[in-house]
């Protein structure tokens, strides 16, 4: 489990939204894993758009030395937040990405992960948007 720090592009109105981000990975020993994720990108928020994500789905990832690169594809439910508290919507999200882990201790890693999301039901038409994101991940099982 860890948090991050996320900073996104959403294409509705073109903003660039400031977040965190909670996320749960279950790992095996074959490499698949499962991830779910929540993301509150609620910060820095132009003319109060704000989005909410909550999401799950496979992981793929493999261990070089300290490094764990994985792939990510996930779906869920997006919450979305029109300009100056207008109207507020829920839709559904899919989404894909990948990261890098790098092991800092036993239980400790630093975590880069990027992630594209498409909202194809939303109100005016898909959306799409993308963004970066920045923290650490705790190990509960070794």
Request: with cysteine; proline share 2%.
């Amino acid at each position: 489990m860890g948090t991050t720090a996320s900073y996104y592009y959403l294409q509705y109105g073109g903003v660039k939204n400031v977040g965190l981000t909670a996320y749960l990975d279950a790992d095996s020993l074959t490499r698949l894993g499962f991830e779910g994720e929540g993301r509150w990108l609620q910060f820095h928020a132009t003319n109060d758009i704000s989005a909410r994500t909550y999401l799950a789905g496979p992981r793929y990832h493999f261990t070089v030395g300290r490094f764990q690169p994985y792939l990510k594809g996930l779906s869920g439910l997006g919450l979305f937040n029109f300009t100056y508290n207008y109207a507020h919507g829920s839709y559904y999200v899919i989404a894909g990405g990948g990261g890098l882990d790098y092991r800092l201790s036993q239980r400790w890693s630093a975590r880069v992960d990027g992630e594209y999301q498409y909202w194809p039901q939303f109100t005016f038409g898909s959306m799409s948007s993308g963004g970066i994101s920045i923290g650490v991940r705790c190990h509960i099982l070794k």
